[in-house]
T-cell receptor, first 114, second 115 residues
């Protein structure tokens, strides 16, 4: 069974640009969560999607947005990039919403903002 | 707001030494607790979890953790570490009853095991 896949694995952007990251969950999983990992702040929850609806949102500015498609694949978008957005962005999938469903993490997308 | 503290940023041990990594959380309600591990070059993966019941939980690869409610702690232990345990370890919390699956992570502890 294929794991969570994230594309691209690496990205370099400049300040002010926007970026879209993609996540394909494990087959059959319908919930997708996104996390940002930085050396200073660690892992921080961005948002969670289930059945194409955002179910939960972390404390991030509106520049961070996401969506989920009918096949459960998810994208997150960051507009007007800032230097501080440089981070590893992790996607996690689970069968459904609810903490009893184990989350499986992908390898992440490393975003560098210059 | 919930928070998770991991006391040790970097732990260095020799093989066969015992391991204990500290984790304390800040939240007044009922929580679900997790330890995740990230081996070099690999994905974050679940080591063990606690939802309810026996406060001593056993996970994969010989790891265990004890939930002490009065101390708001969920420390990770292993009696005898191996070189292959070299990794970064993250403690995480989810507030029971909170919508969704959002995890609050500690900042991680890097474990280096020398052979």
């Amino acid at each position: 069974k294929a794991g969570v896949t994230q594309t691209p694995r690496y990205l370099i952007k400049t300040r002010g640009q926007q970026v879209t990251l993609s996540c394909s969950p494990i087959s059959g999983h319908r919930s997708v969560s996104w996390y940002q990992q930085t050396p200073g702040q660690g892992l921080q929850f961005l948002f969670e999607y289930f059945s194409e609806t955002q179910r939960n949102k972390g404390n991030f500015p509106g520049r961070f947005s996401g969506r989920q498609f009918s096949n459960s694949r998810s994208e997150m978008n960051v507009s007007t990039l800032e230097l501080g957005d440089s981070a590893l962005y992790l996607c996690a999938s689970s069968l459904a919403v609810g903490i009893t469903n184990e989350q499986f993490f992908g390898p992440g997308t490393r975003l560098t903002v210059l | 707001a919930q928070s998770v503290s991991q006391h040790n940023h970097h732990v260095i041990l020799s093989e066969a030494a015992s391991l204990e990594l500290g984790c304390n959380y800040s939240y007044g309600g009922t929580v679900n607790l997790f330890w995740y591990v990230q081996y070099p070059g690999q994905h974050l993966q679940l080591l063990l979890k606690y939802f309810s019941g026996d406060p001593l939980v056993k996970g994969i690869k010989g790891f265990e953790a004890e939930f002490i409610k009065s101390k708001f702690s969920f420390n990770l232990r292993k009696p005898s570490v191996q070189w292959s345990d070299t990794a970064e370890y993250f403690c995480a919390v989810n507030a029971r009853g909170q919508a969704g699956t959002a995890l609050i992570f500690g900042k991680g502890t890097t474990l280096s095991v020398s052979s």
